[in-house]
């Protein structure tokens, strides 16, 4: 069993940054694929990007390629969603999810955060 606890979401201007934090608490974080979505308000969630467990690989969704990066940090279960030159289309509660699968956490993650909003106004 995972916990997930999403913190570091707020209201910041267009151009600006904010950094998303997810905390696990469970077994095995290590082991897990770790990856962001978002719903944006009257829209599905949609999927933001993902990190191997390793940390090694990350892949992104084409509208956040080369201003978002997603990190990991093993040691303390967290991982990281650094938003960079952010749009007010970006507005929207943010999730981490996990999953033991880099494809598979894209469409049914085993586990899910209560979310965080971040709100980026023009």
């Known amino acids: 069993q995972l916990q997930l606890v999403e913190s570091g979401g707020g209201m910041v201007q267009a151009g600006g940054s904010l950094r998303l934090s997810c905390a696990a608490s469970g077994r095995a974080f290590s082991s897990y694929t770790m990856g962001w979505f978002r719903q944006a308000p009257g829209k599905e969630r949609e999927f933001v990007g993902v990190?191997?467990?390793?940390?090694?690989?990350?892949y992104y969704e084409d509208s956040v390629k080369g201003r978002f990066i997603i990190s990991r940090d093993n040691a303390k279960n967290r991982v990281y969603l650094q938003m960079n030159n952010l749009k007010p289309e970006d507005t929207a509660v943010y999730y981490c999810?996990?999953?033991?699968?880099?494809?598979?956490?894209?469409?049914?993650?085993?586990?899910w955060g209560q979310g965080t909003q971040v709100t980026v106004s023009s």
């Open positions: 999810a996990a999953d033991s699968g880099l494809v598979s956490i894209r469409t049914t993650p085993d586990y």
């Open positions: 990190i191997a467990w390793s940390g090694g690989a990350t």
